[in-house]
């Protein structure tokens, strides 16, 4: 295509429509603005406020440190934008080009941003949920509610699931000096996330810190008392705890029953898109028209052999928005690909956990430098004798050399030389769960090949909650 052609595409693109006003939406509203667009923006979210930014929730929010209408993004760039904030969208029109929202109102569109992240898992039990002292944490309202909660100072917390969002209230409640229960279905916090090997470790930190971690476990029961009160929790090991709050941390559900009859290609992942952001339909065609960003996304990366991956990462959120706008208003000639490598970071137990590359994808991990006694330490992770991520705890300077080392495929276990090493490296077993075993708060995965033949129990039922009480690898007769 002549440069000629390729202004005159750009030039096409008049009306853009944002869907999902957080880190993604605003990230990209940005950068469109950067990019030199200067039609009409227009940003829809079904949350009442301006975009926040959600790891502060479960961290200094919760310890009182931040109020939780603190946590509002600034924004960098003037976007002239048209905000609708408090009004979800119901559906999409491919024939039209046209977003039909809650309250009636339809929004034409020569392109349109897809950025509807996920929301908390719910506990499965709706008359439980509801009673009072059953939290979650996602949006800025659960965490006011849980950090009042915490400074009543209750007699027991109970954190059902040991992924990140679950580890991090722990930690939050020992800073507080509160007693905290943690269960986790399996054999350690963070499987899902860091594998065994490293879960085995965070299952260390929490029980020096005085956390009652229960693994192997599940919470069978929520009981309240007459007034509806939360009063104590039926474990899978028989005990009974009597405690005053309960906070849900089962992981994410993406934000995609509003699609449904769109023909985009979707399933409880998130929906399926391209390295240039632009989603499929159900067809297996790549739109021209339609992008995802964030972690509604699942898109293929090519170190991990073009695998779709759906990630729950501040990083990914603000890079995939900046890709997916670049390509929403350049020439078919100057399409970028989206290959940032995932990357993650954590704060739990007075330790910063940084990782970068896809954990669940390896099969072996290997200390490479510093030592468990110290916590000071990084871990290569390696799949098939190929470095495919790393993770580091409090020694995140690190992080770059590896992040290089993942990009150039260099072999695994690697050859570091590092004076802090041990004398031999000693990789063992990853420990990940077996794929398709949910876990609570997995944060980085696999979804399959794609693009638009998801198996039929995940295709139209994305929300279905998997209840958490059923013990890993249970198959009814
Ligand atoms: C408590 C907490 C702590 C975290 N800590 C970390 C951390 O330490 N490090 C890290 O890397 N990541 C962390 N994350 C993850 C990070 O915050 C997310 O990856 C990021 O917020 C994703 O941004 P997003 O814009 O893609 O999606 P979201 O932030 O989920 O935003 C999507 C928005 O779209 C809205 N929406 C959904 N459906 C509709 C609809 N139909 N119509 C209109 N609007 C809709 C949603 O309500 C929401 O406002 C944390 C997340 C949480 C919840």
Same mark, same amino acid.
């Given at each position: ?41 227009t940003v829809i979210g079904d949350e009442p406020y301006a975009p926040y930014d959600r790891p502060p929730l479960s961290k200094n929010v919760l310890t009182g440190w931040l109020p939780a209408e603190h946590t509002t993004l600034p924004q960098s760039v003037d976007l002239q934008a048209e905000w609708l904030l408090g009004v979800p969208a119901t559906g999409l029109n491919l024939d039209n080009r046209e977003v039909e929202l809650a309250d009636g109102r339809r929004f034409g569109f020569d392109r349109l941003l897809i ?81 065994? #090997?490293?879960? @085995? $470790?965070?299952?260390?930190?929490? &029980?020096?810190? *005085? =956390?009652? /971690? ?122 970028? #690909?989206?290959? @940032? $490598?995932?990357?993650?970071?954590? &704060?739990?137990? *007075? =330790?910063? /956990? ?124």
């Open positions: 295509m002549k440069s000629n052609d390729a202004k005159k595409t750009v030039s096409s693109v008049q009306r853009i429509v944002i869907l999902g006003a957080s880190l993604a939406g605003l990230s990209a509203a940005e950068a469109l603005r950067s990019e030199g667009f200067a039609g009409t923006l950025a509807t992240g996920a929301r908390a898992r719910p506990w499965p039990d709706s008359a439980q949920a509801a009673l009072d002292g059953v939290c979650l944490l996602r949006t800025r309202d659960d965490a006011a509610q849980l950090r009042a909660r915490l400074a009543a100072r209750p007699k027991r917390v109970l954190v059902i699931g040991g992924g990140f969002i679950g580890s991090e209230v722990a930690s939050v409640c020992r800073e507080l000096g509160l007693a905290v229960t943690v269960t986790e279905r399996s054999a350690t916090p963070l499987i899902g996330a860091l594998g065994a #090997a490293a879960g @085995t $470790l965070a299952g260390q930190l929490q &029980r020096v810190h *005085g =956390v009652d /971690l229960r693994c192997n476990v599940t919470v069978m029961a929520l009981e309240g008392d007459e007034s509806g009160r939360l009063r104590r929790a039926y474990l899978s090991d028989g005990d009974i705890l009597d405690i005053d709050v309960a906070v849900i941390a089962l992981g994410a559900i993406r934000n995609v029953e509003w699609l449904h009859n769109s023909r985009l290609a979707f399933d409880s992942h998130g929906i399926a898109c391209d390295a240039a952001c632009r989603a499929f339909d159900t067809d297996g065609m790549v739109t021209d028209d339609i992008f995802v960003a964030g972690d509604v996304a699942r898109w293929p990366h090519p170190l991990y052999e073009g695998e779709l991956l759906a990630v729950e990462h501040w990083g990914n959120a603000i890079e995939q928005a900046r890709t997916a706008a670049h390509n929403m208003v350049s020439a078919p000639t100057d399409l970028r #690909a989206y290959k @940032t $490598l995932p990357a993650f970071w954590s &704060r739990q137990f *007075g =330790v910063n /956990l940084k990782t970068v590359g896809l954990l669940r994808f390896a099969d072996e991990v290997v200390l490479t430098q510093g030592s468990i006694s110290e916590r000071r330490l990084v871990a290569a992770y390696g799949y098939k004798g190929r470095i495919v991520a790393a993770l580091t705890v409090n020694m995140a300077r690190w992080l770059p050399a590896y992040r290089a080392m993942i990009e150039d495929r260099a072999p695994f276990p690697p050859v570091l030389h590092a004076p802090d090493g041990p004398a031999e490296l000693r990789p063992v077993p990853a420990g990940f769960p077996f794929r398709g075993q949910p876990t609570h708060s997995p944060n980085a995965t696999q979804t399959g090949p794609g693009p638009s033949t998801p198996p039929p129990e995940e295709s139209s039922t994305s929300t279905k909650v998997k209840d958490p009480r059923v013990p890993p690898g249970f198959r009814p007769k």
